[in-house]
Nanobody, 119 residues
Framework: QVQLVESGGGLVQPGGSLRLSCVAS????????MGWYRQAPGKQRELVAV???????NYADSVKGRFTISRDNAKNTMLLQMSSLKPNDTAVYYC?????????????WGQGTQVTVSS
């Protein structure tokens, strides 16, 4: 069974750092574009950062210069290094990826990991 599993969330003080991981498991032929989204209470899910299979990246304006997205294709893993965290970064963070598997090509989502920035 193909799935994405996030980890690394938690409680951090303003100005602190966290690193989120997303691991794709199962029989995967190719990981295409991958990304992180987040959803704060009462708000719509929003894009945080994306990374293509070639390593090109794009970030939401609100996180530019503070967050870094990366991937390790050999380990089927994507990371989000978050620094200088602010209270309004508090949200559930979801990883997503278009994966090519024996069942074809489709978009998968993880279950989410909570990030809380508070003093």
């Amino acid at each position: 069974q193909v799935q994405l599993v996030e980890s690394g969330g938690g409680l951090v003080q303003p100005g602190g750092s966290l690193r989120l991981s997303c691991v794709a498991s199962g029989t995967i032929f190719l990981m295409n574009t991958m990304g992180w989204y987040r959803q704060a209470p009462g708000k719509q899910r929003e894009l945080v950062a994306v990374i293509t299979s070639g390593g090109s990246t794009n970030y939401a304006d609100s996180v530019k210069g503070r967050f870094t997205i990366s991937r390790d294709n050999a380990k089927n893993t994507m990371l989000l290094q978050m620094s200088s965290l602010k209270p309004n970064d508090t949200a559930v963070y979801y990883c997503t990826s278009e994966l090519s598997t024996s069942g074809g090509r489709r978009i998968y989502w993880g279950q989410g990991t909570q990030v809380t920035v508070s003093s």
